[in-house]
Each structure stands twice: as structure tokens, then as C-alpha cells.
């Protein structure tokens, strides 16, 4: 399916257990889509749901934050799904708030928690 809309996974550390939660409940949704995952979200998410092909990048703080950015910047993710965890201090909050502006310069639709993310995937799926 060379025109499959993407989809990029990304959750802070004390989120990536409902982020696979999430995915296992919307696999069959999921599965519809390109997948791209920051590195330790990806394998989560792989672990959770085995049939889903997940391109997985480097973790958040070594880069992989960026790497969904240029792929935003460049048109190739279609909506962004970030599990943020609003009560925990990131090291790599720049690169977080850098990506979060990407999705909105780009006007890509961006789910921050569970709640949206089930309203976008399945309003959104291909």
C-alpha cells in the first residue's frame, strides 16, 4: 500500500503501558495504518500486539523525538499519538515541545492522551 496513511506512537516512560494497552485495543485499526514508533514505545507496542509492523526508530531522548519530527516536516506521518506524562519531569522536554509544534505548523491531527487517541483513530483510520 504505497498511499497507507502513517501513524507515529511515542509515550513517556510511565505511559508506555497504556500505550500498549491502547494499540492492543485498536489493533485491528492499527493495522490499516504505516506505523512508525520511537524506539522503546515501538517494542512495547510490538510486544503487546505481534501482528502489527512497526518501524521503530531510536528512543525519544536519543533522537527519535526528531527523527518523527522530520517525518512530520516531511509528510510522511499522517497524525501523531503522544502518551505525555504531565507529572514527570523529561530531560528531553525541547525536542518533546519541538515535535508537539511540528504537528501543529503541519496541521497534523494529535492525540496527548488515551481519551483523544481513541476519538482520531478511529474517526482517521485509512
Keep these: 500500500m504505497e498511499n497507507q496513511k502513517c501513524v507515529a506512537l511515542i509515550a ?42 512497526i518501524i ?23 497524525m501523531l499519538i503522544f502518551f505525555t506524562d504531565p507529572l514527570t519531569a523529561m530531560p528531553h522536554d525541547v525536542d518533546v515541545k519541538a515535535l508537539m509544534r511540528l504537528a501543529t505548523v503541519y496541521d497534523i491531527p494529535m492525540a496527548l492522551n488515551r481519551a483523544t487517541a481513541e476519538q482520531l483513530i478511529d474517526f482517521h483510520h485509512p
Design 12 to 53: 513517556h516512560d510511565r505511559k508506555k503501558d497504556d500505550i500498549a494497552a491502547f494499540a492492543k485495543a485498536n489493533e485491528t485499526l492499527l493495522a490499516t495504518w504505516k506505523i512508525v514508533a520511537t524506539g522503546t514505545t515501538g517494542g512495547r507496542v510490538q510486544d503487546a500486539c505481534p501482528s502489527l509492523n
Design 56 to 78: 521503530r526508530l531510536k528512543s525519544g531522548p536519543l533522537g527519535g523525538d526528531q527523527q518523527i519530527g522530520a517525518l512530520i516536516a516531511t509528510g510522511e506521518v499522517n
